[in-house]
């Protein structure tokens, strides 16, 4: 059972514009949110993570936005670019667990 | 700067070979996990450790086995390698499970 689900698996975008990518949870134990990004031939790398006592995080171009009680949380890249290119995946974990629950993963390709 | 170091890059493996792929993480993490990814699957975790001496499975632990006899070093062996085995191999570090994990480059193994 996948306990984060992810949409889209795939996603085209032009220059400049903005990307969405989706994910949801069933447990609400889960306080801890991260999002990766992972380039063609590398390991994933943490790009922003959010705690459930927000609803907004941003950094940069990139924003997660965070319904805790729609169990939901998104990942926004605003004016998105060539560069941002990759696979997204989002995660959860709770401080009494020992393991991240990752969503199947976003591949994005951001035309010029 | 080395993070989380595993080796080797690329292997290939014929049906019913065994073989070790190597972990080492020089940044004093307890946690540490072992994931395979697949394309369209996004990252499934194989086992994880919590610290020296102590290891668990995670989602699909089945031809596999672990071992953490130092803080630094978390081996997987992989027995009688069967095609389904045929994965991209990421290891990982953690401080906690509300913390950053740091991935490493990946493992390539086709079993043919």
């Known amino acids: 059972q996948q306990q984060v689900k992810q949409s889209p698996q795939s996603l085209i975008v032009q220059k400049g514009g903005i990307s969405i990518i989706n994910c949801a949870y069933e447990?609400?134990?889960?306080?801890?949110f991260p999002w990766y990004q992972q380039f063609p031939g590398k390991g994933p790398a943490l790009l922003i993570a959010i705690r459930p006592d927000v609803s907004e995080k941003k950094e940069g171009r990139f924003t997660i936005s965070f319904n805790k009680s729609a169990k939901q949380f998104s990942l926004h890249i605003m004016d998105s670019q060539p560069g941002d290119s990759a696979t997204y995946f989002c995660a959860a974990s709770s401080r009494t667990g020992n393991q991240f629950y990752f969503g199947t993963g976003t591949s994005l390709t951001v035309i010029p | 700067n080395a993070g989380v170091t595993q080796t080797p890059k690329f292997r290939i493996l014929k049906i019913g070979q065994s073989m070790t792929l190597q972990c080492t993480q020089d940044?004093?993490?307890?946690?540490m996990y072992w994931y395979r990814q697949d394309p369209g699957m996004g990252l499934k975790l194989i086992y994880y450790?919590?610290?020296?001496?102590?290891?668990d499975k995670g989602e699909v632990p089945n031809g596999y086995n672990v071992s953490r006899s130092t803080t630094e070093d978390f081996p997987l062996r992989l027995e009688l390698a069967a095609p389904s085995q045929t994965s991209v191999y990421f290891c990982a570090s953690s401080s906690g499970s509300m913390n950053t994990i740091y991935f490493g480059e990946g493992s390539w193994l086709t079993v043919v």
């Open positions: 447990n609400t134990a889960f306080d801890y």
């Open positions: 450790s919590v610290g020296a001496g102590i290891t």
């Open positions: 940044m004093n993490h307890n946690y």
